[in-house]
């Protein structure tokens, strides 16, 4: 190539570099020009020309810092430099003849004026071919790159740095296999070149055309994009082999990331093509459709929703809201991202009920009617409805009467009611509801709230999240398509309150009759009457609600089923079902009263009926088997077939009872628990010690002081109560109730503490029939306590025939139902003695021989 020729080329790249790059910072490289490769072949051939140019090289070379840069053998670079000891070591180097200089890379890109120990230790020494020197004060230059080196000692560091060098040599192997991976290299980079417009077809070209490897990685590498680290490790291996191993691992992944991003942009650029297509197609139809007189389908939709908002007859707050979105959506594309919000909010608006409402069936002897053949009992609720019914037919009767001028606006009338159903599982609350709502002709919906956290359950979610929707009140509203249903709100004592949320409190202005006529959720934002609803909630404990809720509704208590009454609902209810689930006829299998009773008292021992209709189910299938393996053709269910389908016994027997009350202090109590009444024995015994007591059966604070409260009377009157005075000094008492693994807490079982405490003491037995209730004081006073009519109905349940409760609760047995009242004998009592005197046998006088047990007897492990 003639001298003109190169110094014209290297001139217009100067010139060019310069005005396209004139901002960058010192030691950016720029992009090459195509015709560059063309002066790197000539500058190598005219050196080879010259005789072998590395014995010409000095061991004492200054050292170019670049940042982020790795110039290579055989390549020409671009750099322009703006710091004083680089200006000043390039002009020293273009005052001389040779005009070489090392190149090395900084280690850390961010460090303005690195040192030695900020270098690698392999650089390339290259030849300074062209300088210009810019407006700004800072110098671009061109260098091409010679040989490697390596970096033995730094003699100098100002006002440059001057280093000790040594030469590496190249390693090019021979063979089929350098060659083809110099040809991948090759074909890579020109599969990437396809995917990067920027790089020119002629640098292409040049390099498809390279035959050496050595220059192939080379070459490639100084065009390639990569990380610092990787550019310096492909300096930095010796073997031409390696070298293209690690050239042809980082072109193969960047042409991977290439081929991706083309995918992805694709991708972007066909959906806005699309999208822009069918505007375009959109646009076309609705002129075509204006010129023939027709209405597209986003006109037709609006005018439906405008129809929809005229049959929907809402409150004026709600049309207003309703036609502003309205318009809106008739201005906006159907393409639109906010389109489909706006038109499925108006779908909800209207599609709920605002006006649409069931008739009410204000017959009162048909509401009664119903709920008998529904329910058996639950005589209070049965009230309640009917009262409710009778309230609402006298009202429709008196319309003219009564007008809403007789009232002030703060005191406008109530339409709904509130109710809360409490009461163990099984009494049939829920069913309970269903029976009501077909009782007043209205629709009824459920909805659960055991385990709701979050109070956008009950309020919805704002607009303003992606796949908001209103709560779930709405929408059952809108699912039930009538603003007055029976809507049940099941286990509103299982809310969780956490961080997460409280929806008890977003529940207070849905039970609020004098908030819900304007319930306004997060989604609709505009209010809803909700004080049509009749709203019935289902809670096992009264306690897990929040006051400020409890207060809002009217609570009915719902008790456990004596024995008759579940006899009665089996016959009635549960045995039919399970004949007619089973497949069974009516005379198939008939179940005798004894057979029930057998069930009920051996089997269940529940408060509700659920356990109850799962054994006579499964005596169903048993008879089942047997009529299809043609064993028989019916059966007579008595207490003993019972007894033969259904195996062991689960729960234990009156003689059961009388064993365990036979031994000296044992004592049965009477508790209550969130599944209704049961009876739970207290065990006392002694033996020589030190006075100390213990308590066990894992009971809680409360029970732990009502015994010690026991056995602190006791030892106060042991002289009236007839016991030894010393009797605590030389013994270690040791007070237990069975069933360990149950939690039990409470103050009622103080007396049956006392009387077991008093049993051992006297060695007088406590009667196996007579169960008790009862709190005491240290004064030996019985105070009142709760669950009465649970713990008795418990009591008769186990075939208990005496109750001993406070006097202060004998009002309370007015709840429980007649022949309760006439199995059980109640003894009301005000202090310990009474109970002691009722409780236990009568003394029996000693035997001669046993005179000194009797004194102080102990009682039988």
Not at 475 to 482: K, L, P
Not at 849 to 859: G, I, S, T, Y
């Amino acid at each position: 190539m003639p001298a003109s020729r190169w110094i014209s080329s290297l001139q217009d790249m100067i010139n060019w570099l310069s005005e396209e790059h004139a901002g960058l910072e010192e030691y950016n490289s720029f992009p090459l020009l195509p015709h560059i490769l063309q002066l790197e072949e000539d500058a190598l051939a005219d050196k080879a020309s010259e005789g072998d140019e590395k014995n010409q090289i000095p061991h004492l070379l200054p050292v170019l810092p670049l940042r982020g840069l790795v110039v290579y053998p055989h390549t020409a670079v671009p750099l322009t430099i703006g710091q004083s000891r680089s200006i000043k070591l390039v002009d020293e180097v273009m005052a001389g003849d040779e005009r070489l200089i090392a190149l090395v890379s900084s280690r850390n890109p961010d460090i303005d004026t690195p040192g030695p120990s900020d270098l690698f230790l392999v650089g390339t020494v290259a030849m300074v071919h062209r300088l210009f020197r810019a407006p700004d004060n800072t110098i671009r230059l061109v260098v091409q790159g010679l040989a490697r080196c390596r970096f033995k000692e730094f003699v100098q560091e100002e006002p440059y740095l001057k280093a000790e060098i040594e030469l590496l040599p190249e390693t090019v192997e021979a063979g089929l296999e350098l060659e083809a991976l110099a040809r991948n290299a090759r074909d890579q980079f020109e599969h990437i070149a396809e995917m990067v417009p920027s790089i020119p077809r002629e640098l292409v070209s040049s390099v498809t055309m390279l035959e050496d490897p050595l220059q192939t990685v080379y070459t490639i590498a100084n065009f390639q994009r990569m990380d610092l680290e990787e550019a310096q490790t492909l300096l930095e291996l010796d073997s031409t082999s390696s070298k293209l191993h690690k050239l042809v691992g980082i072109l193969t992944h960047e042409a991977e990331v290439l081929e991706m991003g083309q995918k992805i942009q694709n991708e972007a650029r066909s959906e806005i093509d699309k999208v822009q297509r069918e505007y375009f197609l959109r646009e076309q139809l609705k002129a075509i459709q204006r010129e023939l007189g027709e209405s597209d389908e986003q006109t037709a939709e609006v005018e439906e929703f405008r129809q929809k908002i005229e049959a929907a007859h809402m409150p004026e707050e709600a049309e207003k809201q309703a036609r502003r979105e309205l318009d809106r959506l008739s201005r906006l594309p159907t393409a639109a991202a906010e389109y489909g919000v706006i038109r499925t909010y108006l779908d909800w608006l209207v599609t709920l009920p605002w006006s649409a409402a069931t008739p009410d069936n204000l017959d009162i002897s048909h509401a009664r009617q119903v709920l008998d053949q529904d329910h058996y009992g639950l005589k209070d609720v049965k009230e309640r409805i009917l009262e409710f019914l009778a309230v609402r037919k006298l009202r429709k009767e008196r319309a003219n009467e009564l007008t809403q001028t007789s009232l002030d606006e703060a005191h406008r009338l109530r339409e709904g009611v509130i109710l809360c159903f409490v009461g163990p599982p099984g009494v049939g609350k829920t069913s309970l509801g269903r029976s009501i709502a077909r009782a007043m002709g209205r629709k009824f919906v459920r909805m659960s709230l055991g385990g709701m956290r979050d109070e956008a359950e009950i309020r919805g979610h704002r607009r303003t999240y992606i796949g908001a929707m209103p709560g779930r009140i709405l929408q059952a509203f809108r699912r039930v398509e009538t603003r007055n249903p029976v809507f049940m709100l099941d286990e509103v004592d299982k809310l969780v309150f956490d961080f997460h949320g409280d929806p008890a409190s977003a529940l207070l202005e849905v039970l609020d009759p004098e908030q819900n006529v304007e319930f306004r959720d997060h989604y609709l934002e505009v209010p809803f009457d909700l004080s049509q609803a009749m709203f019935i909630t289902t809670a096992n404990l009264l306690e897990p609600i929040p006051e400020p809720l409890r207060d809002r509704m009217e609570i009915i208590l719902l008790s456990g089923y004596t024995d008759n009454e579940k006899i009665a609902i089996a016959n009635g209810y549960l045995v039919p079902r399970q004949l007619m689930e089973n497949g069974l006829r009516p005379d198939e299998v008939n179940f005798t009263q004894a057979g029930l009773q057998k069930i009920i008292r051996s089997y269940t021992r529940e408060a509700g009926v659920r356990n109850l209709e799962r054994e006579i189910g499964s005596i169903c299938r048993k008879v089942v088997t047997q009529i299809a393996e043609g064993s028989t053709e019916t059966v007579e269910l008595d207490a003993d077939k019972a007894q033969e389908l259904l195996g062991r016994p689960t729960f234990f027997s009156d003689e059961e009872i009388m064993l365990r009350t036979s031994i000296p202090g044992v004592a049965t109590g009477l508790a209550w628990t969130p599944v209704g009444g049961d009876i739970l024995f207290i065990e006392a015994t002694r033996m020589p010690g030190s006075k100390d007591f213990q308590i066990t059966g894992s009971i809680g604070n409360v029970m732990q002081e009502s015994a010690r409260a026991a056995l602190s009377y006791v030892r106060a009157k042991a002289k009236s109560l007839g016991l030894n005075a010393d009797f605590f000094e030389k013994s270690d008492i040791h007070l237990h109730v069975p069933t360990g693994a149950q939690p039990k807490d409470g103050p009622s079982a103080g007396v049956a503490m006392a009387t077991a405490l008093v049993s051992l003491i006297s060695g007088r037995s406590v009667r196996a029939d007579v169960g008790m209730t009862g709190e005491i004081s240290l004064r030996g006073q019985v105070l009142p306590v709760g669950g009465i009519k649970e713990k008795v109905l418990a009591a008769h349940r186990s075939g208990l025939k005496t109750v001993i409760l406070p006097a202060r609760n004998q009002a309370e047995l007015e709840d429980l139902p007649p022949e309760v009242l006439q199995a059980l004998n109640f003894i009301p009592v005000d202090s310990i003695e009474e109970v002691i005197q009722a409780a236990l046998e009568p003394e029996k006088s000693p035997e001669p021989d046993a005179e000194q047990e009797a004194k102080e007897p102990l009682p039988h492990e």
